[in-house]
């Protein structure tokens, strides 16, 4: 997919890729590193998202590049909707609404 991800860009298509942060079939240092090699320009820097206006407790980070958003969701592994629906379906909503999280 290293190879297609270049054309998925290029043709313009919205791409978020998400990740738990405890996630040990595919760790998020190592999604991040594949993204990293991509080269991708990018518009906002790693940092922190809570979700449903909730201050106080981080839900996860995110880094916005030109043509793909990746983030990570905290405590929990592999199967991110099964084990936080919440903070998914925020994230989920977030990002198809074009809105940051």
């Known amino acids: 997919s290293y190879y297609f991800y270049p054309k998925l860009i290029k043709s313009g298509l919205k791409i978020m890729l998400f990740s738990g942060d405890t996630d040990m079939a595919v760790p998020y240092n190592g999604s991040q590193r594949w993204i990293d090699s991509l080269k991708l320009e990018i518009l906002s820097p790693w940092r ?19 043509g793909l958003t990746f983030v990570t969701v905290k405590g929990t592994g592999h199967m991110v909707p099964q084990w936080k629906p919440k903070e998914a379906f925020y994230m989920f909503k977030q990002f198809l609404n074009g809105e940051d999280l």
């Open 48 to 66: 922190s998202w809570r979700a449903f206006g909730d201050m106080t407790t981080i839900a996860g980070y995110r880094t916005i590049y030109k």
